[in-house]
């Protein structure tokens, strides 16, 4: 099993910058297509931003230019950089991993325990 940690969050003003992380615990990282997510009170949980074991990203269109997704899989982790922040960013962040099973084609989804971003005046 993948347990996931994220770190990082906290209170920024708007226009600052906040560096998240998460810790994967398997040296099997690599294979995993990692990701971002966020939820806000009384919202669903949205894609913030992806990227695969070939290194591809994608963004959210609220958050393309402003965020930048990466991976180090020597260290078995995984970074999202949020620039230009914005009030309507504020949320909990969430930390996934996940893979489809060579064989089987069974999906495998894990997810961290979340860290929240507040960012106000």
């Known amino acids: 099993q993948v347990q996931l940690v994220e770190s990082g969050g906290g209170l920024v003003q708007p226009g600052g910058s906040l560096r998240l992380s998460c810790a994967a615990s398997?040296?099997?990282?690599?294979?995993?297509?990692m990701g971002w997510y966020r939820q806000a009170p009384g919202k669903q949980r949205d894609l913030v931003a992806t990227i695969t074991t070939g290194r591809s990203t994608n963004y959210a269109d609220s958050v393309k230019d402003r965020f930048t997704i990466s991976r180090d899989n020597a260290n078995n982790m995984v970074y999202l950089q949020m620039n230009s922040l914005k009030p309507e960013d504020t949320a909990v962040y969430y930390c996934?991993?996940?893979?489809?099973?060579?064989?089987?084609?069974?999906?495998?989804?894990?997810w961290g325990q979340g860290t929240q971003v507040t960012v106000s005046s």
């Open positions: 996934n991993a996940q893979l489809t099973g060579r064989r089987s084609g069974r999906e495998y989804t894990y």
């Open positions: 398997r040296s099997i990282f690599s294979i995993y297509d």
